[in-house]
């Protein structure tokens, strides 16, 4: 009888105090609240790594959440890791992320596809392929300043800027019981 393989839970964000609560590290976010508060975070393959019995409707799966501290540009490197010590196959790899192109709060989940410009998911692709489950959170865009005075005080944010921003009081508000329903959407 074949051993069932873990399932590896990726959240995408950077490593330190200067990156917590931006908007590109809403995937460690989402791994905070699926892991215990009292979590025991271990340092492995370039990644923070705690194991846990992620609970479904109809059971525990073993799953090992990983938070890469390689930077998110070089994320597959940390991935491609725990994939091979850990023999996980790619159909068993999630990776959660944040995303521009969907309003804050909105989640889509999708197997495949490109990057969309994503320096993570680039990552990852170009070290262990593209077919893996993807959840993408959605951080929204800036909101473009308008009325007669715009075009005065007008700074166009980048989108490096904008998700390297912290979430605001209001956005957290509305972010928080989206990542407190994300177990229900693993299982």
Same mark, same amino acid.
């Given at each position: 009888m074949d051993e069932i393989k873990p399932m590896l839970i990726v959240g995408l964000g950077n490593p330190g105090t200067r990156y917590e609560r931006t908007r590109? =590290?809403?995937?460690?976010?989402?791994?905070? +609240?699926?892991?215990?508060?009292?979590?025991?975070?271990?340092?492995? /393959?370039?990644? %923070?790594?705690?194991? &846990?019995? %992620?609970k479904t409707?109809?059971? @525990?799966l073993k799953t090992i959440l990983a938070k890469p501290q390689t930077f998110m540009n070089l994320s597959g490197q940390a991935v491609q890791a725990l994939m091979a010590f850990y023999k996980i196959p790619l159909e068993n790899l999630i990776?959660?992320?944040?995303?521009?192109? $969907?309003? $804050?709060?909105d989640v889509?989940? @999708? +197997?495949?596809?490109?990057?969309?410009? /994503? =320096?993570?998911?680039?990552?990852i692709d170009a070290?262990?392929?593209?077919?893996y489950r993807r959840i993408r959170l959605g951080v929204g865009r800036p909101e473009k300043q308008e009325g007669i005075?715009?075009?005065?005080?007008?700074?166009?944010?980048?989108?490096a800027d904008w998700v390297?921003? @912290?979430?605001?009081?209001?956005?957290? *508000? *509305? &972010?928080?019981?989206?990542?407190?329903?994300?177990?229900g959407m693993i299982g």
């Amino acid at each position: 009888m074949d051993e069932i393989k873990p399932m590896l839970i990726v959240g995408l964000g950077n490593p330190g105090t200067r990156y917590e609560r931006t908007r590109h =590290n809403v995937g460690f976010m989402a791994l905070d +609240v699926l892991a215990e508060p009292d979590a025991d975070w271990r340092s492995e /393959h370039k990644a %923070l790594v705690v194991k &846990i019995q %992620l609970k479904t409707q109809n059971s @525990k799966l073993k799953t090992i959440l990983a938070k890469p501290q390689t930077f998110m540009n070089l994320s597959g490197q940390a991935v491609q890791a725990l994939m091979a010590f850990y023999k996980i196959p790619l159909e068993n790899l999630i990776v959660i992320h944040d995303d521009v192109d $969907l309003h $804050l709060g909105d989640v889509r989940e @999708k +197997v495949g596809g490109g990057s969309a410009g /994503h =320096n993570g998911i680039r990552s990852i692709d170009a070290s262990v392929g593209n077919n893996y489950r993807r959840i993408r959170l959605g951080v929204g865009r800036p909101e473009k300043q308008e009325g007669i005075f715009s075009f005065f005080n007008f700074r166009p944010v980048s989108t490096a800027d904008w998700v390297l921003g @912290k979430f605001s009081d209001d956005e957290l *508000k *509305k &972010i928080n019981p989206v990542l407190a329903n994300l177990a229900g959407m693993i299982g």
